[in-house]
């Protein structure tokens, strides 16, 4: 090959290397880990494949969101790489693989790979994510599964006295669960998040503040019968239009906003033992939940993040 030729396109090969990692930028350090402009950006092709809804927001809006969900995914597969050792289970990435053709679905692995192909998403990374987050509540489950308090003598008293009553009903609901940084805030955050909500939609609202594990549905938590819910809750509710949403209610890890979407009246027929075994697995389920965002925060706080 002529030298002069050879300079030339070898000039060409840098030039091209150096520009395309001029356009990668760090924007987080978390500890030892980096998240780039790119990651982000890969990121927001994921969350917006599986939140669709997610592309109704403005562009600095999905990107905080892409932001958010990355520094969680970081800080949680730290600790996850520390103590599963093997994370490659082959049973967990069948049931993985399940789900998510179940969740978008299609028909097969071959038409949900192609359709993710078309979307420029990586399936192998979807599916990374996905095992990480399984993982994660297993861990949970493990690590606080028996510290979770139920006296199943209480609740039936309870589920006894809220089914004697004439009229009940089910829900459909979505919920939002926000934080704040004390409670002299909360006026200004509720705030914030009822002109986002005039603005957008409750929907936006969820996937922009909210931090229960539901988000990554849309807030979406499905019908819920009265039975389970506390008594405050339930005299919202029946306050509250279809379409329209509660006030918040304190929780422990924050405070619980409840849209309803549909309404029904619950059946007469019913069976005591399986109205109880649901209450008590909902409160299980409840309290693990609680555990995990607890837990989470810990390990956040615990973590350097730093932003460029």
């Given amino acids: ?14 030039t091209t290397e150096i520009k395309t990692h001029a356009n990668i930028k760090i924007k987080y350090k ?75 679905k299609v028909k097969n692995e071959d038409e949900l790979k192609n359709i993710l192909k078309k979307e420029d998403i990586d399936y192998e990374k979807i599916l990374e994510k996905m095992k990480y987050e399984t993982l994660w509540n297993q861990l949970i489950y493990k690590k606080y599964n028996s ?36 409670e002299e805030n909360f006026k200004n955050k509720y705030a914030e998040i ?34 389970l819910l506390s008594k405050e809750i339930n005299l919202e509710l029946k306050k509250t239009n279809i379409k329209s949403f509660t006030k918040p209610f304190k929780s422990p890890n924050g405070y619980l906003i409840l849209r309803i979407n549909q309404r029904k009246e619950m059946q007469t027929n019913y069976n005591l033992e399986k109205e109880l075994k649901d209450l008590v697995r909902f409160e299980k389920n409840k309290q693990l939940n609680q555990f995990s965002l607890l837990f989470f925060k810990k390990l956040k706080q615990n973590t350097n993040i730093d932003e460029f």
């Fill in 194 to 227: 009822l002109e986002f909500i005039k603005l957008n939609n409750f929907k936006s609202a969820i996937l922009k503040f909210s931090i229960s594990k539901s988000a990554s549905n849309e807030g979406e938590i499905g019908w819920i019968k009265e039975t």
């Fill in 147 to 182: 510290l979770v308090k139920i006296d199943e003598t209480i609740l039936k008293e309870e589920l006894i006295k809220k089914l004697s009553s004439k009229k009940k009903y089910e829900y459909n609901l979505s919920e939002l669960l926000f934080e704040v940084e004390s």
């Fill in 30 to 104: 978390i500890n030892d880990q980096i998240i780039t402009n790119i990651d982000i950006l890969n990121e927001v092709k994921y969350l917006s494949f599986l939140r669709p809804s997610l592309k109704n927001l403005k562009k600095n809006e999905i990107i905080q969101i892409s932001e958010n969900s990355l520094i969680r995914e970081t800080i949680k597969k730290k600790k996850l790489n520390k103590i599963f050792k093997n994370l490659n289970d082959d049973d967990l990435l069948r049931n993985i693989k399940g789900n998510l053709i179940k969740f978008t």
């Fill in 1 to 14: 090959m002529n030298l002069k030729i050879y300079i030339i396109i070898l000039f060409l090969f840098f």
